[in-house]
């Protein structure tokens, strides 16, 4: 195989990737005006419906707008030779390999970060503002960016860094060391990320004596949960929706309610989603979760280590000495059609774990409450009630609304 060969395999790839990402998304959006089934006829009523259909169709209509610049901006890099570009700027800095990765990689982060603000800046300013959902100061969007850049490169430029001083240390067996690594930090987030990363940019408070927190602690009890952290994140100082969910495991598990959900359901709702949320705990979904993703982190890195030192990667991308970071860009986008198998994948086995989080709390507690719930969050969030089969195959990590409470009725 020729370089010219394989930059054509890796064009086609992006292009038709893009293709049927558009295609799914077409299919979605001939479905925005169906009727409501009648299982969430009490979901809206006909004016928040017809609120949730614009919403839809003006997110719709800005995502093929991104998306379309991005695909485009994508394929002239590529095209007109923008990664030499950017690999002849590292190396006028240093001849360091693992300051030039940092270097091109810092370059492209930024670059990109650039231009899509403007884009992300439209959505949350323009589009989330104008249905009510963006709580969110210009001041606290920019401080959120810088925050966002500075853990990009303190923690994402650390694990490049250390990376690409495996693959110098132990050349093909790279792998095995930066999966090791991966694992143990992937651990380590999955326990203190709440305590770590969420305070920088979320207030965390524990949840007050009263009726809620007694209503969540007898049932925790009685389900033999041990349950000491239950918080409350300030959620409302961005957005209007809520959410709940569960993190860590042993002594460092914690709930952490946002005060949006907490305004928006009564209590038996609240300990209905809490047990949904015990559900996946009790079924040990975090842990084959974490597990799943390691061994899957590990096969990804298997393949890459085959494939790395073959200079026809570099060159593709019209770069003639090999390099890690040109090589782990092309790769990238080859092996993007695995990637997107694998995700496939992952979403059904997340969409049968919630399926069994579900069953949980309508055994252990009752079906009513979580349903109840689910509707009331998808009506404050205008949900899409009527998804294509084939946007919630590839793209959906929980099953429909309909699905579940279609489920939780059984």
């Known amino acids: 195989m020729t370089p010219q060969i394989l930059f054509y395999i890796i064009i086609s790839i992006l292009i038709i990737?893009?293709?049927?990402?558009?295609i799914i998304d077409s299919l979605n959006a001939k479905h925005f005006d169906d009727n409501i089934p009648e299982e969430l006829n009490d979901v809206y009523n006909k004016e928040e419906y017809t609120k949730s259909q614009a919403y839809k169709k003006e997110n719709y209509k800005f995502s093929l707008i991104t998306s379309g610049f991005t695909i485009l901006l994508t394929l002239a890099f590529f095209i007109f030779k923008g990664f030499a570009w950017?690999?002849?700027?590292?190396?006028?800095?240093?001849?360091?390999?693992?300051?030039?990765?940092?270097?091109?990689?810092?370059?492209?982060m930024l670059a990109s970060d650039i231009i899509s603000t403007p884009l992300s800046y439209y959505q949350n300013f323009v589009i989330e503002e104008k249905y009510g959902f963006n709580k969110s100061s210009k001041k606290l969007f920019f401080t959120d960016k810088l925050k966002g850049w500075f853990l990009s490169i303190l923690i994402g430029g650390g694990i490049l860094a250390l990376i690409v001083w495996f693959y110098q240390k132990t050349g093909d067996n790279f792998w095995i060391y930066t999966w090791l690594f991966i694992?143990?930090?992937?651990?380590?987030?999955?326990?203190?990320?709440?305590?770590?990363?969420?305070?920088?940019?979320?207030?965390?408070?524990?949840l007050e004596k009263g009726e809620l927190r007694s209503q969540i602690e007898d049932f925790a009890n009685k389900v033999g949960f041990k349950l000491d952290n239950i918080f409350?994140?300030?959620?409302?100082k961005r957005s209007t929706k809520a959410n709940a969910y569960f993190s860590g495991f042993g002594p460092k598990k914690r709930i952490v309610l946002y005060d949006t959900l907490i305004n928006d359901l009564d209590n038996d709702e609240i300990v209905g989603v809490l047990a949904h949320e015990i559900g996946h705990y009790k079924k040990k979904h975090v842990f084959i979760n974490m597990l799943l993703s390691i061994l899957l982190t590990g096969f990804t890195l298997y393949i890459l280590s085959l494939l790395i030192n073959n200079s026809l990667l570099s060159q593709a991308l019209s770069v003639e000495k090999p390099s890690f970071h040109i090589g782990l860009i092309a790769f990238g986008v080859l092996y993007s059609p695995i990637s997107e198998l694998t995700g496939i994948i992952m979403n059904y086995i997340s969409r049968k774990f919630e399926y069994q989080a579900d069953d949980y709390a309508k055994e252990k507690y009752n079906a009513d409450s979580l349903i109840s719930s689910l509707k009331k969050l998808s009506k404050n969030s205008l949900s899409n009630l009527t998804p294509h089969k084939a946007n919630v195959f590839v793209h959906y990590s929980h099953p429909s609304l309909l699905q579940r409470v279609i489920n939780l009725k059984k």
């Open 232 to 236: 409350v994140i300030d959620g409302s």
């Open 86 to 108: 950017i690999d002849q700027i590292a190396r006028s800095y240093t001849d360091n390999e693992i300051l030039i990765t940092l270097i091109f990689f810092g370059i492209i």
């Open 17 to 22: 990737d893009f293709i049927i990402d558009k």
């Open 183 to 206: 694992a143990v930090f992937s651990i380590f987030m999955t326990l203190f990320y709440s305590s770590l990363i969420v305070p920088l940019f979320n207030k965390q408070t524990p």
